[in-house]
């Protein structure tokens, strides 16, 4: 469908005679922030890398961006942002030599790598840090200028690994402005996350226990569902049940 940014049809991913993602199945509309959630060894680092074109599933199908996990993937890496919690930037590099590091990598022109680097500073009020080293930004501005850079080539979808760990609430909520104003523009956010409250935050949300998808659906319809006033309480109904404990 026309509409659909990531669709996966009994995605599997084994090692040995360990199942990380078992037959998962779901899809992901454009312009939608989709929350992807699960306790440690759930299988979403495992899933988030099969639809990133860094791993090759066991069986089952996928596309992303329409274009296919199995035969596509270098069309995928083309076509999306990635930003992990735990690497994104260049910590010895300045702040305008990492947008220009990135948006080189991504494809843009260097006419496009000035304008759009310079829109994007002036939009975190951080033009006058782009010669300072990143690693002396404070921690809730590498973040922001991560997510900045990582959709600065205007992908069709951006993947988030837990983005916002460590970054105090009033930084995580001005993150999601971010969050909020790529998907305006058209970009489907996939975004893994510990905070539940963030959860709220996503058009629809799933749950992945022992690789599997256990509920999936808005966090309105999740929580009249399991008859709780919370998706942290929803989220514990269903990852108390898990057992493993490894991703």
């Not at 947008?99 to 494809?107: D, P």
């Not at 404070?138 to 600065?152: E, H």
């Not at 690789?211 to 399991?226: E, M, V, Y």
Request: proline residues 2%; aromatic residues 10%.
């Amino acid at each position: 469908m026309d509409n659909i940014a990531i669709q996966a049809d009994k995605l599997t991913k084994r090692f040995d005679d360990f199942t990380a993602v078992d037959a998962i199945t779901f899809d992901v509309r454009q312009g939608e922030i989709f929350g992807f959630v699960g306790a440690n060894g759930a299988g979403k680092t495992t899933a988030m890398r099969i639809l990133c074109g860094l791993s090759r599933p066991t069986s089952g199908a996928a596309t992303v961006a329409g274009f296919d996990v199995y035969k596509e993937a270098e069309k995928i890496k083309k076509n999306i942002g990635y930003m992990s919690q735990k690497f994104s930037l260049y910590e010895d590099l300045t702040v305008m030599e990492n947008i220009t590091f990135y948006a080189g990598i991504y494809g843009l022109s260097d006419r496009e790598i000035k304008e759009r680097g310079a829109k994007l500073l002036d939009r975190l009020g951080i033009t006058h840090e782009a010669k300072t080293y990143v690693a002396s930004l404070p921690l809730g501005w590498r973040q922001k200028l991560s997510f900045s850079v990582a959709v600065i080539h205007q992908p069709k979808i951006v993947f988030l690994d837990e983005p916002t760990g460590g970054v105090d609430p009033v930084t995580r909520r001005q993150f999601w402005d971010l969050i909020y104003e790529a998907a305006d523009s058209g970009i489907t956010v996939f975004v893994t996350t510990h905070y539940m409250d963030e959860a709220e935050y996503c058009n629809r949300v799933s749950v992945m226990v022992d690789g599997r998808i256990d509920a999936l659906d808005t966090p309105s319809n999740l929580k009249k569902q399991f008859n709780v006033d919370s998706m942290n309480k929803v989220f514990y109904q269903l990852a108390r049940e898990a057992k493993r404990s490894g991703d």
